[in-house]
């Protein structure tokens, strides 16, 4: 299970979340699962410890 340490970063990796990003910059979360559309980030760089997609891990992604 993932862990914020409260120094910045995580330990861990967030299972069944993917990320995307938009062609205008946002970041999207998508459950890898379902394929429903989660939280979208407009600030500056992606979610931590949020594979990007295509990543492979829980299901095969195409």
Known sequence: MATNTGNGFRRGAVTA????????GDWQKRDERSGQFMERK???GPFKGVAR???GRD???S
């Open 53 to 55: 997609e295509p990543d």
């Open 59 to 61: 299901t095969k992604n």
């Open 42 to 44: 407009s600030s500056e």
């Open 17 to 24: 979340r993917t990320q995307f990003q938009h062609s205008n």
